[in-house]
């Protein structure tokens, strides 16, 4: 049997107990897949995220849901950053960290606000974007909703910067609140990427300086039901924004999520368009809530 620590920070919020839970070991070299798999499985976060010494990038990050492994997790990366500062990991790197994924080798800067504060950037994978051909109709009921509550004037897309989501534009803020997800339907109306979790959001806010509004269900392969504040779906919406909204411009966003479980949270995110391209970096934080052992 082993014993490992969990570290657990709540990722885009000021205070524990809001944003979105991930737990972060700092030693997964020493572990196999499987008990990586098992870690996460028995923390029950949405996920869990492994340390692990790479030849290519400062450091490698794995990130696993309780069901399966993920390419990429954008809270679960800024507790990890967040706990490798707060325990003097990074000296060597204190302010820009190179981090190996299965979404590719990515960008991370840190700017220090206080001795306990910092604000984590982190660069995202190439922004995709797929036709999604299934039934509205079937999609909202999936939801919980009527097929008039989703916009017509914005495209239902799936959409990736290293993890697929389908995007679902919605007309009106106060739909959230009717959202009741049957997460097990999801496979069955979403055939091109049956595995694709789900990201409504729409363009009315609760906070006046927020652009944009969202709710995440998870794939029903994942083990959970909600994520409640997401940093890679946050990222490939602000691509989104740019290509269908903003005609193009490039663009600065404050993301809210959240807010219909309790656990609202704030994700910056940053989209500039170079030859049709879309480059993405996410802005945010992590807060400590505790530590525990997992014995496998």
Not at 81 to 102: M, R
Not at 112 to 124: C, E, K, P
Request: glycine share 8%; with cysteine.
């Amino acid at each position: 049997m082993k014993t490992v620590k969990v570290y657990h920070y709540d990722a885009f919020c000021e205070v524990p107990g809001k944003g979105n839970p991930a737990g972060v070991v700092l030693n997964g070299e020493n572990l196999t897949e499987n008990e990586m798999q098992e870690i996460a499985f028995k923390v029950g976060f949405n996920e869990t995220a492994f340390v692990i010494n790479s030849t290519v990038a400062d450091l490698r990050i794995r990130f696993f849901t309780p069901g399966h492994e993920m390419n990429l997790c954008g809270h679960a990366t800024m507790a990890t950053i967040s706990a490798l500062w707060s325990h003097g990991l990074l000296v060597n790197q204190p302010d820009k960290v190179t981090i190996e994924t299965k979404a590719g080798i990515l960008r991370i800067s840190i700017k220090s606000l206080t001795n306990h504060d910092i604000r984590i950037t982190m660069s995202q994978g190439v922004s995709e974007f797929e036709k999604f051909n299934g039934s509205i109709n079937e999609l909202a009921k999936s939801l919980g909703l009527e097929k008039h509550h989703i916009e017509e004037e914005l495209p239902v897309l799936y959409g990736s910067t290293g993890v697929w989501t389908l995007l679902v534009p919605i007309k009106e803020l106060k739909s959230f609140k009717k959202m009741n997800p049957k997460n097990n339907l999801f496979p069955s109306i979403l055939n091109e990427i049956p595995k694709a979790s789900v990201h409504p959001f729409c363009l009315e806010t609760y906070d006046t300086n927020a652009s944009m509004h969202a709710r995440h269900f998870s794939s029903p392969f994942s083990g959970t039901k909600e994520d409640p504040v997401t940093g890679t779906a946050s990222g490939v919406m602000g691509a989104y924004y740019v290509k269908y909204i903003s005609n193009g411009q490039s663009t600065n966003l404050i993301v809210e999520q959240g807010h219909e479980i309790g656990k609202d949270g704030r994700v910056v995110v940053n989209v500039s368009q170079t030859d049709g391209k879309y480059d993405v970096e996410i802005t945010g934080n992590a807060v400590y809530v505790s530590d525990f052992l997992i014995v496998i």
